[in-house]
């Protein structure tokens, strides 16, 4: 099976209603055409770090009360707008002014940074102005199922005009973005497709609207932003790197997760691949056909990682949609026919892109991964949420911490796991697993040294630094350290105990 965190109950994870965000898409006119704002968050940042992003955030109790108290606000999108001025000054230092913007006092900016409840009485006290009527709202979106928490994210925009009377921006004393730059949508894009930079999906998405809008607008951002107002585009693609995008599929997987993610790899205008196409029902199946209409390339094969059910599909129902090949390794073979077995190594040659093959067992025999420029498709060896279980008799404790090794030595640029978000820094990901389970091992053979024979009893100790942990879950891959510390030669079991190897 899949993930679960160590501590989590397993009970079904409710969801709340989305909870609103917003952002803005701050743009200007700068000497080549028009340019974008964006900021580099911070490798702190639990969401996106060291991406590119547009500033925002949260909408607070702060910004409702800003709403109820300030009848400049008052219109569509009031609190959504009172949040994108409240963040401009915190990140940016910034407030909209006429046809541009001006720069707040250092102090009442400090202010904000300290305690965003000082925004309003400081807009109350006239400190920095309070205009919304330029403001359009271009989208929304609600974030994919694959996170923990959904968020409904306005994404609002504001032009200001002349770059030469933009102010500079300066970072002090924010700490969300560690810089920022103004630069032109199609140069941000081809950035991206190169691998250079990293920037989070949803931006990605709408500087594509941008830039086919300015296209058809004369360069006139103006016209553009009013146009993209005007139809409120919805999210189309989710595109995690250039060549991969993702389908989140509800699949019958472990809390907290409940969906796969299917990849569509390749060639954004040539040959692809669908990547786990766990499809179960027909909804899902047409969500799947909708995405492969949309798409510019050409399907070539269906290919699963593994095949652990929250992997695999319905065949005869994938098959009504997809009249391809299907690719795995000799081992997922077993269980769904393959026209194409994957060997470790192999390239695949999928129009302008080449992604590399890797065999990785350990969390199941045969699981392929598929690695680029463009990251690292790691089905069930990392996952954006939760960790990883190993199966005692499927699942391999020591190839899998092997195979880890060699996945980071690689150096992926991103991970898009099986299950939960992309993976926007790897190394550190891939460094918490390998010391995690190597913990954990030390933990189970420092049980049986200290002369714990019993199963249950091994896991309890082993898990002493985890009390939440479910007890079936610990007992479970605590069978899967031992038998992988037997076939080390460190522990040996006779009738049901375990002890010290002689």
Same mark, same amino acid.
């Given at each position: 099976?899949?993930?679960?965190?160590?501590?989590?109950?397993?009970?079904?994870?409710?969801?709340?209603?989305?909870?609103?965000?917003?952002?803005?898409?701050?743009?200007?006119?700068?000497?080549?055409?028009?340019?974008?704002?964006?900021?580099?968050?911070?490798?702190?940042?639990?969401?996106?770090?060291?991406?590119?992003?547009?500033?925002?955030?949260?909408?607070?109790?702060?910004?409702?009360?800003?709403?109820?108290?300030?009848?400049?606000?008052?219109?569509? +999108? $009031? @609190? #959504?707008?009172?949040?994108?001025? !409240?963040?401009?000054?915190?990140?940016?230092? %910034?407030? /909209?002014? *006429?046809?541009?913007?001006?720069?707040?006092?250092?102090?009442?900016?400090?202010?904000?940074?300290?305690?965003?409840?000082?925004?309003?009485?400081?807009?109350?006290?006239?400190?920095?102005?309070?205009?919304?009527?330029?403001?359009?709202?271009?989208?929304?979106?609600?974030?994919?199922?694959?996170?923990?928490?959904?968020?409904?994210?306005?994404?609002?925009?504001?032009?200001?005009?002349?770059?030469?009377?933009?102010?500079?921006?300066?970072?002090?004393?924010?700490?969300?973005?560690?810089?920022?730059?103004?630069?032109?949508?199609?140069?941000?894009?081809?950035?991206?497709?190169?691998?250079?930079?990293?920037?989070?999906?949803?931006?990605?998405?709408?500087?594509?609207?941008?830039?086919?809008?300015?296209?058809?607008?004369?360069?006139?951002? +103006? $016209? @553009? #932003?009013?146009?993209?107002?005007? !139809?409120?585009?919805?999210?189309?693609?989710? %595109?995690? /790197?250039? *060549?991969?995008?993702?389908?989140?599929?509800?699949?019958?997987?472990?809390?907290?997760?409940?969906?796969?993610?299917?990849?569509?790899?390749?060639?954004?205008?040539?040959?692809?691949?669908?990547?786990?196409?766990?499809?179960?029902?027909?909804?899902?199946?047409?969500?799947?056909?909708?995405?492969?209409?949309?798409?510019?390339?050409?399907?070539?094969?269906?290919?699963?990682?593994?095949?652990?059910?929250?992997?695999?599909?319905?065949?005869?129902?994938?098959?009504?949609?997809?009249?391809?090949?299907?690719?795995?390794?000799?081992?997922?073979?077993?269980?769904?026919?393959?026209?194409?077995?994957?060997?470790?190594?192999?390239?695949?040659?999928?129009?302008?892109?080449?992604?590399?093959?890797?065999?990785?067992?350990?969390?199941?025999?045969?699981?392929?991964?598929?690695?680029?420029?463009?990251?690292?498709?790691?089905?069930?060896?990392?996952?954006?949420?939760?960790?990883?279980?190993?199966?005692?008799?499927?699942?391999?404790?020591?190839?899998?911490?092997?195979?880890?090794?060699?996945?980071?030595?690689?150096?992926?640029?991103?991970?898009?796991?099986?299950?939960?978000?992309?993976?926007?820094?790897?190394?550190?990901?891939?460094?918490?697993?390998?010391?995690?389970?190597?913990?954990?091992?030390?933990?189970?053979?420092?049980?049986?040294?200290?002369?714990?024979?019993?199963?249950?009893?091994?896991?309890?100790?082993?898990?002493?630094?985890?009390?939440?942990?479910?007890?079936?879950?610990?007992?479970?891959?605590?069978?899967?350290?031992?038998?992988?510390?037997?076939?080390?030669?460190?522990?040996?079991?006779?009738?049901?105990?375990?002890?010290?190897?002689?």
């Amino acid at each position: 099976m899949s993930e679960v965190p160590e501590g989590v109950n397993l009970s079904a994870r409710a969801r709340g209603a989305p909870r609103p965000t917003a952002t803005m898409t701050l743009t200007r006119d700068g000497p080549d055409g028009v340019e974008v704002l964006l900021g580099l968050r911070s490798p702190t940042m639990r969401a996106f770090p060291n991406y590119w992003a547009f500033p925002g955030g949260g909408v607070s109790r702060v910004d409702h009360a800003a709403v109820e108290a300030l009848p400049a606000l008052a219109g569509p +999108e $009031a @609190a #959504s707008i009172a949040c994108i001025m !409240r963040e401009m000054s915190e990140e940016l230092g %910034l407030a /909209a002014s *006429g046809d541009s913007a001006v720069l707040l006092h250092p102090d009442d900016r400090q202010a904000v940074v300290d305690d965003k409840t000082q925004w309003l009485p400081l807009a109350q006290a006239g400190s920095f102005p309070v205009e919304r009527t330029r403001i359009r709202t271009l989208s929304h979106r609600i974030t994919p199922p694959f996170g923990p928490v959904q968020f409904d994210n306005a994404f609002l925009h504001l032009h200001l005009g002349d770059g030469a009377t933009v102010p500079d921006i300066d970072l002090e004393p924010q700490t969300e973005f560690t810089e920022v730059m103004w630069a032109k949508p199609k140069t941000i894009l081809s950035r991206w497709k190169a691998h250079e930079i990293k920037v989070a999906p949803p931006v990605v998405t709408l500087l594509m609207e941008i830039e086919r809008t300015l296209e058809r607008t004369g360069r006139d951002m +103006e $016209a @553009a #932003s009013a146009d993209i107002a005007q !139809r409120l585009p919805g999210r189309r693609s989710i %595109l995690f /790197a250039h *060549g991969v995008e993702v389908i989140p599929i509800k699949t019958a997987t472990l809390p907290p997760a409940d969906h796969t993610n299917c990849y569509l790899v390749g060639d954004p205008q040539g040959e692809y691949v669908m990547v786990d196409p766990a499809v179960r029902m027909r909804e899902d199946m047409e969500v799947l056909a909708t995405a492969v209409e949309r798409h510019r390339g050409t399907l070539v094969a269906v290919l699963f990682t593994h095949s652990h059910s929250d992997h695999l599909a319905d065949m005869s129902l994938l098959r009504e949609a997809f009249d391809v090949p299907v690719w795995g390794s000799e081992y997922t073979a077993r269980s769904v026919p393959c026209d194409r077995i994957l060997t470790d190594g192999e390239v695949l040659e999928l129009g302008e892109q080449s992604w590399q093959v890797l065999i990785t067992p350990g969390h199941h025999p045969g699981h392929v991964c598929l690695f680029s420029e463009a990251g690292l498709v790691a089905g069930d060896m990392l996952a954006g949420i939760g960790t990883i279980l190993i199966p005692p008799h499927t699942g391999n404790m020591t190839q899998y911490i092997e195979q880890l090794e060699r996945l980071k030595a690689l150096g992926p640029h991103l991970v898009f796991p099986s299950h939960g978000p992309v993976v926007a820094i790897p190394d550190r990901l891939i460094n918490h697993y390998i010391k995690h389970r190597k913990a954990r091992h030390s933990n189970v053979l420092n049980a049986v040294v200290n002369g714990t024979s019993n199963l249950e009893a091994i896991a309890v100790e082993a898990y002493a630094d985890t009390p939440d942990a479910h007890p079936g879950l610990a007992v479970d891959q605590t069978l899967s350290h031992l038998i992988a510390l037997e076939a080390e030669g460190s522990v040996m079991q006779s009738n049901g105990t375990w002890s010290v190897a002689e």
